[in-house]
């Protein structure tokens, strides 16, 4: 049997494969997907769960003329295999290499950038009025989850979508899991339509028996609409989806080519908002990622034969949130958690099991965990929301207008602070100390080891009054040994002593400064070190009295430069009138690409050697300009 895939080279290669060759080509993408991702991590289980819904959309389709948008995206490596990228496959997420997601620059058959969830149906919906308008003929299809489904921006897109005259095909991808577990009355609700498919196979037959009837007149026709409603609402009430203006189909084996084929191809001809409900397992294919799908969400490389996946030794940031979380729960009864669909993620599991009266997993719905958090808050509680720093960025409207402006005390777990590597432009997490900054109220900490974050929580909690963020990194926990020193309202704190720079860091940039600090020594240039702690508000008097003493302020941060800490300093230097030149590390004013973070650190010139070479060049062309307030 030959090798279908390595002769896929876009879309239309596949229009002529007949259905038993369709299977064998589902069958050598998840092959290729579950060979590439091994070697590479990535999204898994999503992936293998969409195959046949790939090639049936493929089959029927015509892209890029027709406009396919991915929700989220992370679902979107078969798409990739079939058009185009296929040679390329095992560059995935690397530096340089095929996106995780889909990218408008990568290829003309990705029509919109996608990354956060919930957006597809806005953006499709954009397509077809754009559409319309300039009088052009092409399908818009949006392929979103019952996860992605959850969040509010996709309610607000199908309470739109749904009273319009505009030819829109959502299809729902029911694949009955997000990240973490659904929750919600839509899942419910979902659920039960599932268990009811006695309802729909009714439907069809009256509504076939309804189309073959002889109409004699307008009367007859109305007659038999309202018998047909009538039992319709009998046999069950309309769908959800029916009631906001949709035709709906479903629900669908999402894994029977010919069953998708056949419904793509009759909606494609019909008038107004479509929603074909379909149902897909994640992780199909491959027997460990059907088990546990969580744990195939998106991984590292794994051993293929036994889906074994090997742990980094030490502890993750978000492990040691997660365990002093339950420690505070032991002593603090009025502690509360809450997640957006990142219970496992942020390291809530066992808070979750612990305390599950204390715990609430509102679903991908960022902006309402936020106001819940501040109802809470002003109940007498004590709420902590856990959240990815790019998935804070929806709920900025809530954060300053329903926390900040009541000054309320709402703690911001914020997890992926910083650069997170693989996923690329739309998750990296440099820009929450940009939009978080200049919220009145809001005080931003920033732990450099485990110590720090649990001490950091501890005092975010019980302490501290107010909006209060705690800003951690990706990955391994850092160790930094000896600084053990209490968490004090916005006091800093002096690392190493030295009189020729100021270097002032924070988070786990203060173990790259040390590193820097010791290579300068090598040089004979001594660096007064100094962890900022809290980044809002700054530990002004011992910044001020570096920068006089040295004259000359470096700020090196995980975060872009615009808006970051070194924005802060410069600004606190000029407000003194402090004469130092000030040199502000951290990532330029542009979307950080895919890559190892290691390799990112690198080549934007943020690693331990890069820096202490930076800064000795700087020293030398600063002892030829004299003092003053200045950007070197």
């Not at 690397?94 to 029509?111: A, C, I, M, N, Y």
């Not at 999402?254 to 479509?274: A, E, M, N, Y």
Request: glycine share 10%; aromatic share 8%.
């Amino acid at each position: 049997m030959s090798d279908l895939l390595e002769h896929i080279s876009a879309p239309g290669d596949i229009k002529n494969l007949n259905l038993e060759q369709l299977g064998q080509l589902a069958d050598e993408i998840r092959k290729c997907i579950i060979g590439t991702v091994s070697v590479t991590g990535g999204h898994l289980a999503s992936n293998l769960g969409v195959v046949e819904l790939t090639l049936a959309l493929h089959y029927v389709f015509d892209s890029p003329r027709d406009k396919i948008i991915w929700d989220v995206g992370h679902q979107s490596y078969p798409h990739k295999l079939i058009t185009g990228r296929r040679e390329n496959f095992g560059t995935l997420r690397q530096l340089g290499g095929v996106s995780g997601f889909p990218k408008t620059g990568e290829s003309e058959h990705d029509v919109f950038d996608t990354g956060h969830s919930s957006t597809s149906l806005s953006a499709a919906l954009g397509f077809a009025r754009a559409r319309d308008i300039k009088k052009e003929k092409y399908s818009v299809v949006a392929v979103i989850g019952d996860g992605a489904l959850t969040g509010g921006m996709a309610f607000e897109a199908l309470n739109d979508a749904g009273r319009s005259l505009n030819n829109l095909i959502v299809v729902l991808n029911d694949n009955h899991f997000s990240i973490s577990k659904n929750v919600g009355g839509l899942s419910r609700y979902l659920s039960q339509m599932r268990a009811e498919p006695s309802y729909f196979r009714v439907k069809e037959t009256l509504e076939r028996f309804f189309q073959g009837v002889p109409v004699i007149g307008g009367g007859l026709a109305g007659a038999l609409d309202r018998i047909k409603g009538t039992v319709k609402y009998i046999l069950m009430q309309r769908t959800l989806f029916e009631e906001l203006g949709f035709n709906y189909y479903g629900p669908i084996d999402g894994h029977d080519i010919k069953g998708l084929i056949d419904i793509f191809s009759k909606v494609r001809l019909l008038k107004g908002p479509v929603l074909i409900h379909i149902r897909t397992q994640k992780g199909r294919g491959y027997k460990p990622a059907e088990e546990n799908p969580g744990r195939f969400h998106c991984v590292s490389s794994f051993d293929i034969r036994t889906g074994g996946i090997p742990r980094e030794s030490g502890h993750s940031y978000s492990d040691v949130f997660g365990s002093e979380m339950v420690r505070l729960a032991e002593e603090e009864q009025s502690l509360v958690a809450i997640t957006a669909a990142m219970k496992d993620g942020t390291g809530l599991s066992e808070f979750s099991k612990r305390y599950p009266a204390r715990f609430f997993d509102v679903g991908i719905a960022e902006q309402h965990a936020v106001t819940l958090a501040a109802g809470m808050a002003k109940s007498g509680m004590k709420p902590v929301f856990a959240v990815y720093s790019s998935f804070l960025q929806r709920a900025y409207d809530q954060i300053l207008h329903d926390v900040a402006l009541q000054d309320l005390h709402v703690v911001f777990a914020v997890d992926r602070a910083g650069i997170v590597g693989e996923d690329g432009e739309t998750h990296q997490g440099i820009y929450d100390l940009s939009f978080l900054g200049h919220i009145p109220n809001i005080t931003i900490l920033s732990p450099c080891n485990d110590w720090e974050l649990r001490k950091m929580l501890r005092y975010a909690v019980l302490e501290h009054r107010g909006p209060v963020a705690v800003r951690y990194p990706k990955g391994k926990s850092g160790i930094l040994p000896g600084i053990r020193e209490p968490v004090v309202w916005r006091k800093g704190l002096r690392i190493c002593r030295g009189n020729d720079v100021t270097i002032i860091s924070a988070g786990d940039m203060v173990e790259t400064s040390l590193c820097v600090v010791n290579e300068l020594k090598k040089k004979g240039v001594g660096a007064d070190l100094i962890h900022a702690r809290f980044l809002r508000p700054l530990d002004e008097e011992l910044i001020l009295d570096s920068a006089t003493h040295t004259g000359c302020v470096v700020t090196v941060e995980n975060h872009c430069v615009a808006g970051g800490l070194g924005s802060s300093v410069l600004q606190l230097l000029n407000e003194y009138g402090v004469k130092a030149g000030v040199k502000m590390f951290g990532f330029p004013d542009t979307f950080v690409e895919q890559g190892k973070r290691s390799d990112l650190f690198r080549l934007y010139r943020m690693d331990a050697d890069t820096l202490a070479q930076d800064i000795l060049v700087l020293l030398w062309e600063a002892d030829s300009r004299g003092p003053g307030i200045r950007v070197l």
